[in-house]
């Protein structure tokens, strides 16, 4: 994986460059559509490409382990195949959801150990088993193990899960490096920054991992953000940390966020995203517009007939206006959720596409701050 640094805001952190993989080129900032069991929840992969442009889709290395299973995966020739999708694929390690999903889990030096969630059985990663694992579901770009600590851990905690989770990145990382991909194209790993809401924890976490660097490290991830502390605060471990990582090398800021939060963290140095919220506000019935956020079941939309979004860039956008949008909520049928997921991806991707544009302009700071005005707007 390549890095090319293309601008940089002259008043903020912000900056933009293109990811080339083999499986194509990624223009950051970039949100990425989480496609967490190998699919993007109610939404085509012809429109993730055709309507939407996602450059990159995630996949998640606990769900896929469990369901489908390794060996489905390795017959199948990867992820790539068995889902039908030709352009880059992140996924995560699993260690989030081990921390939000297991009922039981225990966490040692070697590994941790987790019952699943579909049936209970238990199972074991460790740093080594998990890059075997992202190995055989072939994503172009794997995370490290890590434990994700809880946004309102004490330090005392903070500090023994970063230390767990450096002693997991070492062994991961020469694991990686001591082993090839499965599918003749190339894998990079990114390691992920811990270390909670503690500045010093989140200084010696880069250090770490700085000190691990090598050509098979293609950027660095910022985990445990959006887990429970004050919004403030996240913003706040990402002024400490994006200035200490590589500037040649992308940032990924795992499971951020509202449409605010990712032009905030552009502007203090984030080139990568991805969350559910596009996706599980939109089954909801709330949608991000450039306007401002609608809820479709309000009773004020059930006969405007004006286009859901005459400023979306989706088709459906269009093609459908809010009162049958509106309808098809109250009725329950799974279309409105299918329209509202596929409006909400286009909007966070034309979000990033317009970040982009005014990045390489040089006025970004002052369209930002226009536009999260619009934004918080309740229509």
């Known amino acids: 994986m390549k890095f090319e640094l293309l601008s940089k805001d002259p008043y903020t952190s912000a900056r933009c460059g293109l990811v080339t993989t083999d499986h194509g080129t990624i223009q950051t900032p970039i949100f990425m559509p989480v496609g967490t069991i190998g699919s993007v929840k109610g939404v085509y992969h012809r429109d993730l490409k055709q309507d939407i442009d996602a450059q990159i889709i995630l996949g998640n290395t606990y769900h896929l382990y469990l369901r489908p299973g390794l060996d489905t995966l390795r017959k199948a020739g990867g992820l790539h195949r068995f889902e039908g999708w030709d352009r880059p694929i992140l996924t995560d390690s699993g260690g989030f959801q081990v921390f939000s999903l297991s009922p039981i889990r225990k966490l040692t030096p070697e590994g941790c150990t987790f019952a699943s969630h579909i049936d209970g059985s238990r199972h074991t990663f460790t740093p080594e088993n998990n890059v075997e694992t992202q190995r055989i579901i072939g994503a172009d770009i794997v995370m490290a193990l890590d434990e994700c600590c809880p946004g309102d851990a004490d330090q005392k905690y903070a500090a023994s899960s970063l ?33 909670c809401v503690y500045p010093d924890l989140r200084r010696a976490a880069v250090e770490h991992a700085l000190s691990l660097d090598s050509p098979q490290r293609g950027g660095y991830a910022i985990g445990g953000l959006a887990v429970g502390e004050p919004t403030e605060v996240m913003y706040q471990m990402l002024e400490i940390t994006c200035p200490l990582l590589p500037e040649n090398k992308p940032r990924y800021l795992m499971g951020v966020g509202t449409p605010s939060n990712l032009l905030e963290a552009i502007a203090r140095g984030v080139d990568m995203f991805d969350c559910v919220m596009p996706t599980r506000n939109g089954r909801n019935g709330m949608l991000f517009t ?30 459908y206006s809010k009162a049958y949008l509106r309808h098809l909520f109250i009725a329950g049928e ?16 034309d979000l990033v596409r317009k970040a982009r544009e005014h990045i390489a302009a040089g006025d970004f700071a002052s369209w930002k701050e226009q536009t999260l005005k619009k934004l918080a707007v309740r229509l």
Request: net charge negative.
């Open 163 to 195: 230390k767990l989770t450096q002693g997991w990145l070492e062994r991961f990382a020469k694991h990686f490096d001591e082993t090839e991909p499965l599918y003749g194209y190339s894998q990079t790993m990114f390691p992920i920054i811990q270390g």
């Open 334 to 349: 799974m279309f409105a959720a299918m329209i509202a997921s596929e409006h909400n991806l286009a909007f966070y991707l």
């Open 290 to 319: 450039w306007n401002g956020v609608m809820n479709m079941r309000n009773k004020k939309w059930e006969q405007d007939f004006s286009p859901i979004d005459p400023e979306g860039t989706s088709f459906v956008d269009k093609a």
